[in-house]
């Protein structure tokens, strides 16, 4: 795994004079493994969250159905291309 030194975040601190610079240093090393898979894999969520926003429409429409196969078969219908 590629890591960044805690020499050179602390070198940077001191070098710039600036204590924001460690903080965001400090910020993205805690998080460095998401950040590096991200570069690997672009795997991205946004199929999945406009598919929740679908549903998430179709449930505010279908206030009131006392069915849940009605509104399961709603579903199917947005996701099938049909309108």
Request: positive net charge; hydrophobic residues 40%; charged residues 20%.
């Amino acid at each position: 795994m590629r890591t960044v030194p805690d020499w050179w975040i602390q070198t940077s601190w001191w070098v710039s004079g600036i204590f924001a610079t460690g903080a965001v240093w400090y910020f993205l090393s805690t998080r460095e493994y998401g950040i590096f898979n991200h570069c690997d894999y672009r795997i991205h969520t946004s199929k999945l969250e406009g598919a929740n926003n679908k549903i998430k429409v179709i449930k505010r429409k279908a206030y009131g159905f006392h069915d849940q196969n009605y509104f399961t078969l709603k579903i199917y219908q947005a996701f099938s291309g049909a309108n």
